[in-house]
């Protein structure tokens, strides 16, 4: 688990767990009884919604009985209104057919309120005839014997009202009075017709809406169908999300991750716990001598009385100082802070300086990460020996940063190698130190090729610049007094690499390793253990003069054609 959470994040401890529930029968249990509870939370979810929406189905059918029977009723109506129209008796007229009748009525294409045709040639001329048989009697003296002409009987257009069109009781009574058979068949037809005309409407209407209630009911199945879907998705989800939440809380329980900003990450915990299991498989790898040197010396039987730092301290626990302690803090038990203990005294302080080149080509072919481990590894064994030694952790790339161990891991590439920076950052370190041993590790894989300028600002691109500037510093740092120092260079197939590391070694007066990054933590490991190189160690001062630097005359600045830089 701290592999994988060291390595992957919480990513890698949820494949973990996944993996892990494979194998163990019990984890696989747990599992499934998280799983299942979280199951049925979720099934009461989905039982909500389906309730939801059967409630939604029950009002919308509610809905569509009221307008059927509501369509029923007016269909009934019209159905014994037509019936009374069929047998209407003109002289006891339903107060219900009133308005259909006077609607009617007031139909413009009746034939009672169209005009009356123009007479024909042959009533023209007996008209004219008429005429003037008529006028000849008068003019003789004789008495009009010709028949009456009886006037066409019509129904006046109703008068016009402030409501519109209409007819009034009177104006209808006069109007069916006035009325011949074939008029009145012809009204009784209209009136039928009318009543018809609306019921057809009606049950078309009434139609409109069963179709629009069928649609909605469908829509509202199919709504509720992607509801179960989404809700049994939905459901997985959360019973994933569960298990991951699970997990991240016995995490962050265990100190193993923090919450910042909204994300997991790891503790300076987890990543110490993680350095000692690195420190513990590169062990495997040493030789046995060097192996029992880093489990320390003997006892000097000096022990002083101190507050508790570590776990393992607490088998020689001063009990009555502690009991003593707590009681004066207010406390009924003894707790890491008021717990005293008596921690052996030793002579020799010890300061040490990790520093790494995090240049862009150290995140080729996995050298960042593999020196990350073996300075974790070199960590956590410098301070098994020595706990109040003083390590200080810094990487380079154009500038240098301080690392705690967190960051130390979460450290990634950058630009260019600006190894003099580095060299001056170890000597304003160890200048002021009042260890007795110490020691500088400098780890890279290239040329210096960045330097910091006098008005502090970073120039790359001059090798010949930088590697003098760099070749300054280490003159600087030579100065420190008992300083054993190691330059450590990644393989590289470029040779020029490896003249550049062999004389910033000469002259820190240390020693130069040329070694691969998956033997880079026993090669720091021996070393600090005081130990020989277990693959090749460059004497100093070299038994053969050193290929000579280019000079900065203006024409040795130009690179070689196939050099690299190593950033």
Not at 49 to 66: F, K, P, Q
Not at 119 to 133: D, K, M, N, S
Not at 321 to 347: C, F, K, M, P
Not at 553 to 564: E, F, L, N, S
């Amino acid at each position: 688990m701290i592999r994988a959470l060291a390595e992957e994040g919480i990513d890698g401890a949820r494949r973990l767990v996944r993996e892990a529930a494979g194998r163990d029968p019990t984890l696989a249990d747990r599992l499934a009884r998280l799983r299942e509870r979280l199951r049925r939370q979720a099934a009461r979810r989905v039982t909500r919604i389906g309730e939801e929406y059967d409630r939604r189905a029950a009002e919308l059918d509610r809905v569509s009985h009221r307008s059927d029977e509501e369509v029923a009723r007016r269909i009934a109506e019209l159905e014994g209104r037509l019936k009374a129209a069929r047998a209407i008796d003109w002289s006891r007229l339903p107060a219900d057919l009133f308005d259909d009748v006077g609607s009617a009525l007031l139909l413009p294409s009746a034939s009672w309120n169209r005009p009356p045709p123009p007479p024909g040639i042959l009533a023209r001329i007996r008209a004219a005839f008429a005429r003037f048989v008529a006028w000849l009697r008068r003019l003789f003296g004789g008495k009009s014997t010709a028949p009456p002409v009886r006037a066409e009987r019509t129904v006046p257009i109703a008068v016009a009202t402030p409501g519109g069109r209409s007819l009034g009781a009177s104006e209808l009574g006069d109007a069916l009075a006035r009325l011949s058979g074939p008029q009145r068949d012809e009204l009784r037809e209209s009136v039928a017709d009318s009543l018809r005309s609306r019921e057809r409407e009606l049950e078309r209407a009434a139609e409109e809406k069963r179709r629009a209630a069928e649609a909605q009911r469908r829509a509202l199945e199919e709504e509720r169908k992607e509801a179960a879907r989404r809700a049994e998705a939905d459901t997985e989800s959360r019973v994933r999300a569960g298990e991951e939440r699970r997990v991240e809380r016995e995490l962050k329980e265990r100190g193993f991750v923090a919450e910042r900003a909204g994300e997991l990450v790891v503790t300076y915990g987890l990543v110490e716990r993680f350095a000692r299991l690195l420190l513990e498989e590169e062990s495997h790898k040493l030789p046995g001598d060097v192996r029992l040197s880093l489990r320390g010396g003997g006892s000097t039987g000096v022990y002083e009385k101190a507050r508790l730092r570590r776990p393992e301290e607490v088998a020689r626990l001063d009990l009555p100082s502690s009991l003593l302690a707590a009681r004066l803090a207010g406390q009924r038990h003894i707790d890491e802070g008021t717990s005293y203990v008596y921690r052996e005294v030793t002579s020799e302080r010890v300061h040490v300086v990790l520093a790494f080149d995090r240049s862009g080509s150290m995140s080729e072919g996995g050298k960042l990460d593999a020196a990350k481990k073996a300075l974790l590894a070199l960590y956590v064994a410098i301070r098994k020996r020595y706990p109040d030694a003083t390590i200080d952790v810094f990487a380079f790339d154009n500038e240098v940063q301080v690392l705690d161990l967190v960051e130390l891991w979460e450290c990634r590439a950058g630009a260019f190698t600006n190894t003099s920076e580095a060299l001056r950052a170890a000597h304003l370190l160890l200048r002021s130190s009042r260890a007795s041993r110490r020691e500088l590790y400098l780890i890279t894989d290239g040329l210096p090729e960045a330097y910091t300028g006098e008005d502090g600002r970073v120039r790359s691109g001059q090798l010949d610049v930088a590697m003098e500037r760099t070749l300054d510093r280490a003159r600087e740092l030579a100065t420190v007094t008992a300083l054993r120092s190691t330059v450590i260079l990644l393989k590289s197939d470029h040779p020029e690499y490896e003249v550049a590391a062999r004389s910033i070694a000469r002259t820190l007066s240390g020693e130069m390793v040329v070694t691969d990054p998956t033997r880079l933590g026993v090669e720091l490991l021996v070393r600090w253990a005081r130990g020989t190189e277990t693959e090749r160690r460059v004497a100093t001062p070299a038994p053969t003069p050193p290929t000579p630097l280019p000079s900065r005359a203006p024409g040795a600045r130009r690179r070689r054609a196939d050099r690299r830089m190593g950033g």
